[in-house]
């Protein structure tokens, strides 16, 4: 390692001077932003993964003893894209349509029983038992064919708790109406 390396690593992890740390780092921009872009292979990622992994420099240096930057700051580099990577591939998202709407119907058609008045009015009494936003949520899904987007703006509701009070609701109706039916 360099002499004035090791002195602005000193200087640095003695003072907190952020001036310091970016005249540190500035020389190692374009090889974090090239280990960067091989993993990513988007521009705007590795660009932001860069600054990224100079702010996380900001807390580690000021704790950690480094000897050799050079390796160290390509080990840090190589383990933000990894852990990045792992965390986007663990979130699935999922993009609705706006016209979209999910139809048990036509999910579960095989499995489904015969729509009976009977089992009309146990799921109307049980409707009636869950609570304000999984029956209001519920009713513009299911009975209205609303999608989610369009649930969330009569209601008011961020979309995820849209899709939380329908999961849940679904299952607690289905719970009532098993209990109800014993």
């Known amino acids: 390692m360099e002499q004035s390396e090791q002195y602005l690593l000193t200087a640095y992890r003695e003072t907190g001077n952020l001036q310091l740390l970016g005249r540190l780092y500035e ?28 702010e996380s420099l900001v807390a580690k240096l000021r704790v950690h003893e480094v000897s050799n930057f050079k390796s160290w700051l390509y080990t840090l580099a190589r383990n933000h894209c990894l852990m990045d990577l792992r965390t986007e591939s663990r979130v699935s998202t999922v993009d609705i349509e706006e016209h979209l709407v999910e139809s048990d119907r036509l999910l579960h058609q095989q499995y489904e029983e015969p729509i009976t008045e009977e089992r009309l009015a146990l799921m ?9 936003e999984q029956q209001r949520c519920i009713r513009l899904f299911y009975l209205e064919q609303k999608c989610y987007k369009d649930v969330a703006a009569i209601t008011g509701y961020d979309l995820n708790k849209v899709k939380s009070y329908i999961q849940n609701g679904k299952r607690n109706l289905k719970i009532c109406m098993e209990r109800k039916q014993e």
């Open 27 to 54: 020389p190692y921009m374009p090889l974090v932003y090239g280990l960067c872009f091989k993993y990513y292979k988007d521009e705007a990622k590795s660009e932001d993964a860069v600054m990224q992994i100079f």
């Open 124 to 132: 109307e009494s049980c409707l009636e038992e869950l609570n304000e």
